[in-house]
């Protein structure tokens, strides 16, 4: 049976929208780079950041280590990479 999923989830899911639309369009637009080179370095900024706020919470004991809230960063930003993509 499926689970619902997490409001908090949800937040962290809309965010990675917002940081692989930012990030793919800082990287091609901006820093003109190519569409491949742009999208492996959005993709990795975003893994670095969302697991590196995780880390942070783990480590410092400030806010709430959760592995699936990076997990749901990364699959927004993977979605807004890809849309930028398409719109490009």
Not at 15 to 36: D, P, Q, R, Y
Not at 41 to 48: E, L, N, P, R, V
Request: charged residues 10%; neutral net charge; contains cysteine.
């Amino acid at each position: 049976m499926l689970k619902r999923i997490a409001p908090d989830k949800w937040k962290h899911f809309f965010v990675g929208i917002l940081m692989g639309i930012f990030l793919e369009c800082f990287f091609v637009l901006l820093m003109g780079l190519s569409a491949t080179y742009g999208t492996i370095g959005a993709i990795g900024i975003s893994i670095a950041v969302s697991y590196g706020f995780e880390l942070f919470s783990l480590f410092t004991g400030r806010g709430h280590y959760e592995f699936l809230d990076a997990v749901a960063s990364v699959l927004g930003a993977l979605i807004g990479i890809g849309g930028t993509l398409a719109f490009m």
